[in-house]
C-alpha cells in the first residue's frame, strides 16, 4: 500500500489559482482509481474529482461545483497525482485530500492539505 503525501495548499485570493500536489511512495501504474476529495468545516468530505485507471486509458470526473475550473492529472512517471485548481472561491476552502483505490486492498489516504481562499 503506497503512501499518498499531499502539497500544494495555502492561502490564495478569490479567482486565483493554485495546484495541489499527491507524491506516491510506489507505483501508481496498477491503481483501480485516483482522486482528490475535501472537507471543509462541520460538512462531510465530499468528491472532488477522480481518475478511474483502465486499459483503453484514464477517464475523469468531477464534482458539479469544480467543473470547468478544476483539472485532475496523473504523472506515471513521477508516481504523482496533481489537481490545478482555477478561478477559486471561497466555498473552495477546505482540507483537500487525495486518495488511491486498490483491485485488492482498502483504499489509503493523504494527510491532507489546507485550502483557503479569501474573499
Known amino acids: 500500500q503506497v503512501q499518498l503525501v499531499e502539497s500544494g495548499g495555502g492561502l490564495v485570493q478569490a479567482g486565483g489559482s493554485l495546484r495541489l500536489s499527491c507524491a506516491a511512495s510506489?507505483?501508481?501504474?496498477?491503481?483501480?482509481?485516483m482522486g482528490w476529495y475535501r472537507q471543509a468545516p462541520g460538512k462531510q468530505r465530499e468528491l472532488v474529482a477522480v481518475?478511474?485507471?483502465?486499459?483503453?486509458?484514464?477517464?475523469?470526473n468531477y464534482a458539479d461545483s469544480v467543473k470547468g475550473r478544476f483539472a485532475i492529472s496523473i504523472d506515471n512517471a513521477k508516481n504523482t497525482m496533481y489537481l490545478q485548481m482555477n478561478s477559486l472561491k471561497p466555498e473552495d476552502t477546505a482540507v483537500y485530500y487525495c486518495?488511491?483505490?486498490?483491485?485488492?486492498?482498502?483504499?489509503?489516504w493523504g494527510q491532507g492539505t489546507q485550502v483557503t481562499v479569501s474573499s
Open positions: 486518495n488511491a483505490v486498490y483491485y485488492d486492498r482498502f483504499p489509503s
Open positions: 510506489g507505483s501508481i501504474a496498477s491503481l483501480k482509481a
Open positions: 481518475i478511474t485507471r483502465g486499459v483503453r486509458g484514464d477517464n475523469t
